[in-house]
Nanobody, 124 residues
Framework: QVQLVESGGGLVQAGGSLRLSCAAS????????MGWFRQAPGKEREFVGG????????YYTDSVKGRFTISRANAKNTVYLQMNSLKPEDTAVYYC?????????????????WGQGTQVTVSS
C-alpha cells in the first residue's frame, strides 16, 4: 500500500510559479513510477507528466512542455511538480499517482494509487 499526499497548491497570477509536492508513505517508493494528473471543472482528468522510478526519465504532455518539470527525491519519498509560466488554463485540481512499475504511463487506469489532490488557481 502507498498513501500519497499532495501539497503546494494555491492561487497565483498568470506568469507565476508554483511547486507541488507529493509525499508518499511506504518503504518501496523507489519501485514506483509517478505521474501527475489534473482535472479542471467540467473536464476529464488528464495526464500532465510522469517520472520513472530512478528519476532518469520524464515525459510531459505537449501543453506543459518547457514550463513544467517533474523530479523526485527517493530518499525523501517525494515527487515534485515545478510549474513555471503558469496560464489560466492550468487551473485545476492536481493529483499525483503511483504505479508499481519502472515505466511512466499516460492513462489513469495504469496507476494504482492516488492522492487527494491540491487546487491550483491561476488568475489572469
Amino acid at each position: 500500500q502507498v498513501q500519497l499526499v499532495e501539497s503546494g497548491g494555491g492561487l497565483v497570477q498568470a506568469g507565476g510559479s508554483l511547486r507541488l509536492s507529493c509525499a508518499a508513505s511506504g518503504r518501496t517508493f523507489s519501485s514506483y513510477a509517478m505521474g501527475w494528473f489534473r482535472q479542471a471543472p467540467g473536464k476529464e482528468r488528464e495526464f500532465v507528466g510522469g517520472i520513472n522510478w530512478s528519476g532518469g526519465y520524464t515525459y510531459y504532455t505537449d501543453s506543459v512542455k518547457g514550463r513544467f518539470t517533474i523530479s523526485r527525491a527517493n530518499a525523501k519519498n517525494t515527487v515534485y511538480l515545478q510549474m513555471n509560466s503558469l496560464k489560466p488554463e492550468d487551473t485545476a485540481v492536481y493529483y499525483c499517482a503511483a504505479r508499481l512499475s519502472d515505466r511512466v504511463a499516460g492513462t489513469l487506469h495504469e496507476y494504482d494509487y492516488w492522492g487527494q489532490g491540491t487546487q491550483v488557481t491561476v488568475s489572469s
